[in-house]
């Protein structure tokens, strides 16, 4: 394992190593089968158990009631972008969208593709997207209001929920999905790519809550209505079997190992804030998003001599540091630090920084 | 290795064991970058290797010319079903659909549910599509043809390409794609999900010939847009990067291991003629598919005693043949003998039907 590197990735990102190490070890033959997860039948017995055990281990880490389905769809958040819309956007009616960045305008320019109604309810891009907008003044016949918990490129999160006045929120949780614990009444739907905290990439989760079933048009494509998730339990059609796999093992992890989401939150503060600590010594380096909405899970910033920025990542990753360079958007550095990434990578960071600012400073 | 069991499952399915095997040996630290291609950005060099090669590979293992374009899609063969009808059939036109069994049903069923233009051109419903039905009087006015090259439910196989008078095909080709040489001029667009002859599940391939995307409105959701995958090189998101990895090492074991695609239709032919000259020795087994028309990807057969059939499947898998079970729509025996099964392993199923029959016959 010494040469597994500090990874900092954006997503897809790092897994954790032990969770790794069990699916190397049962690549060629998974619990003495003779055959890979890769290589099974996903309705055959072995399979069901293990779609079964991230769909149960979800349900717990979150304390879900049988009012939600947890489901495995096909292609990421961005397919959600455009599903939304088709299954929750009825005639006539105008959806509530927040603004908080990159994807929060994909999935509105998505829905707007469809000619749905739409309104921007808040938006932060008066500063490019630095901060999290107050919002008021929901419309009460909304069908919903979709919102992005957190922004992987600008770096910021909610860390209070808006008040919708009992319109149900739908939220893409791609890059902080399962890294703290929720109030998942005020969720209509939850929804996030593996690629980021969960598993590697092929799949989204997304967790529906029933009332939000009945919504659905009975005419929608097959694979393009949730109902069809929830009716089948995730297999119309094949699945991604190898990514569930990984989610049933990371999400065993987060439970056995770290101790469940609470447990979660409290490491990811203290990752965030070493480095938030780091940062704000003095103006050698700067952070990029407004304090209050700073994210715990991706941390950009600028050196205040950005013609430094490029010699930073180039010397980060010679002492194994990856993945440091900021979104190409925006430039900069970004640390994403998922559940996944230790203590010990952020700490490797920390003292990373601390060099670098003393020889530059 | 000696663990591995012999593999008949009709997909998810087996894997060339030195593929997962390099697999296994990389899953933690990929060419020693420290991570698994699982936790790498898809933006990255090593990643945009990976799925180049892949790419490639499809090329030069079909022969393609620049006319082609290789995609990966989100969503396996299903959510191309309903993506083709929105992106090919125009206001007032009408494609025409060839019905061999459960697939291509399902591929008419969703160009309904748009209620766009469809017409059944053939089928063999009347027979329970135990035979490739002849196609004649193709419109010429027609958006395209689609049709399923194999048949995994009920064990057939087009061994000749219909005659559409120049109106392009659209080919389902989940099940026998790259498992032997073909003339791509016909094909406007061939697709499969990768979990039979290609990799793990969680994406689709998608060859579309350059004329095609021309024809593709510019208002769909861009997810559902084949154009988007032509212009961001299937990058607009995340694609599945693990099951796009193991495509890239198939397909190379393909062409370094087995030779190319010739060398391959011969074991396959190899294969399957074993199996069919064992079923054809005398009436104990019986195959369910029209001789002519038989699959050299999907063998399908009942026992004449078929109350025998469940000690069969029960004994098979108590001497390490696994997935010998028919489909549950249509019951008795399949052995699925993709790319990856080996000679070897239809060696040993020969032997244990051989056995099987001396005791009850």
Chains 1, 2 share one sequence.
Not at 56 to 74: A, M, N, P, Q
Not at 276 to 292: P, R, S
């Amino acid at each position: 394992m010494n040469d597994r590197i500090h990874n900092f990735s954006a997503g897809p990102s790092a897994l954790p190593t032990a969770v790794m190490q069990e699916m190397q070890e049962g690549l060629l033959s998974y619990r003495g089968s003779g055959m890979s997860v890769m290589e099974m039948s996903h309705r055959g017995d072995l399979f069901m158990g293990i779609i079964e055990e991230a769909r149960t281990r979800i349900k717990r880490l979150y304390g879900l009631s049988d009012d939600y389905e947890v489901l495995f769809v096909h292609g990421g958040a961005s397919l959600q972008f455009a599903m939304i819309p088709m299954n929750f956007i009825g005639e006539g009616q105008i959806a509530e969208y927040i603004e908080t960045g990159t994807w929060s305008t994909k999935a509105i320019a998505e829905a707007r593709i469809q000619n749905k109604g739409v309104r921007v309810a808040a938006s932060s891009g008066d500063r490019e997207f630095c901060y999290i907008p107050k919002v008021s003044d929901i419309s009460a016949d909304a069908p919903f209001v979709h919102m992005t918990t957190n922004n992987t490129v600008r770096g910021t999160q909610w860390h209070d929920l808006p008040d919708t006045g009992g319109v149900p929120l739908i939220a893409d949780m791609s890059s902080d999905i399962l890294s703290r614990p929720l109030d998942v009444s005020p969720f209509g739907m939850i929804y996030g790519g593996a690629q980021k905290n969960m598993g590697p990439s092929g799949t989204a989760v997304v967790i529906l809550r029933r009332d939000m079933v009945e919504k659905i048009p009975q005419t929608l494509p097959t694979m393009l209505s949730y109902r069809t998730y929830v009716d089948k339990e995730s297999m119309f059609n094949t699945p991604a079997t190898f990514p569930i796999y990984a989610i049933s093992l990371v999400t065993k992890w987060l439970e056995e190992t770290m101790g469940g989401l609470a447990a979660v939150e409290a490491v990811n503060k203290r990752k965030a804030g070493a480095l938030y600590t780091l940062i704000d010594e003095d103006d050698f380096y700067c952070g990029t998003a407004d304090k209050a909405s700073r994210s715990l899970m991706n941390v950009t910033f600028r050196l205040k001599d950005r013609e430094l920025e490029p010699l930073f990542v180039e010397q980060s990753l010679a002492s194994g540091l990856a993945g440091l360079k900021g979104h190409k958007s925006v430039g900069g550095i970004r640390a994403s630090i998922y559940n996944a990434v230790s203590e010990a990578s952020v700490a490797a960071l920390c003292e990373f920084m601390n060099d670098f600012r003393r020889k530059h400073r």
